[in-house]
Every structure is written in structure tokens, then in C-alpha cells.
């Protein structure tokens, strides 16, 4: 009777609208250039509540890990695929490169913020970005 009393006091708008994670809105393809040193984009515009493909491609160069751990933690991660392989995680904290290839992530931002990403031992050589959340 409880549980029954409580669902009928939340209003229906909290209610999402539809399938949120139905159409990604696929984001610039970042890519890695190990001999530069360089990304080639390094700051994304995301709005909360709407769900994205973000495309990391490495020329392979040296093995690198990219960490995201504010951004993973506050959003929901629908599927990570590589070389057409899919995983479904619970949680992440990041994704790494031992040989060139493309990792694509999906996901939800569910919290606003700036939230950093970075090549680990590369983030003050320029390997390193923001996700700004809206």
C-alpha cells in the first residue's frame, strides 16, 4: 500500500519522454595523433539528458589510456564498443589503447559540469580535454 501511495504522488513529468537512448547524437571523432602529440578536438558541448557517440580513434602509436572517471560516474554508459565487439558496462573509468583502433562510447550525461579527460602521462603535453555539460 505504501509503495502504491507513493507512485501515485509523483507527477507524470518527471517521467522521461520516450526511448532517450534511441538516436545518439554522434560528437566530432576525436582523434589521436601519438607522433604530435595532439587531439583533434579537445572540448565537447553536451547537454544532460541526451545521449551521444563519442568516437576515439588512435593511429597507434604508443599504448595509451584515456581516463574520464568525472564524466563516466555522472553519466549512464549504454554500450562501449571496439572492432564491432560491444560491452555493456555498470560503470567505467576509462578506456585504453595497447595498438591503433577505434573505441566508440555511448552515453547519457545525467549531471551538469565540467568534467576533464586525459591521456595518462600526456595531460600537460596537450593529450588531455573537457566535456562541458549543460
Do not use: C
Request: proline share 4%; glycine share 10%.
Amino acid at each position: 500500500l505504501l509503495a502504491t501511495t507513493l507512485i501515485g504522488w509523483f507527477p507524470n513529468s518527471i517521467s522521461a519522454e520516450g526511448n532517450l537512448a534511441s538516436r545518439a547524437t554522434r560528437l566530432p571523432d576525436m582523434m589521436i595523433d601519438s607522433g604530435e602529440l595532439t587531439l583533434s578536438i579537445s572540448q565537447f558541448e553536451l547537454e544532460t539528458g541526451k545521449y551521444y557517440r563519442w568516437r576515439i580513434v588512435h593511429d597507434g602509436g604508443e599504448e595509451f589510456q584515456i581516463l574520464a572517471p568525472d564524466l563516466f560516474r555522472n553519466s549512464w554508459i549504454g554500450q562501449v564498443v571496439i572492432e564491432e565487439l560491444e560491452v555493456k558496462p555498470l560503470g567505467m573509468h576509462s578506456v585504453e589503447f595497447d595498438d591503433e583502433g577505434t573505441i566508440d562510447i555511448w552515453f547519457v550525461p545525467i549531471r551538469p559540469g565540467n568534467f576533464d579527460f586525459w591521456i595518462v602521462g600526456y595531460e600537460n603535453r596537450g593529450l588531455a580535454g573537457t566535456f562541458v555539460v549543460r
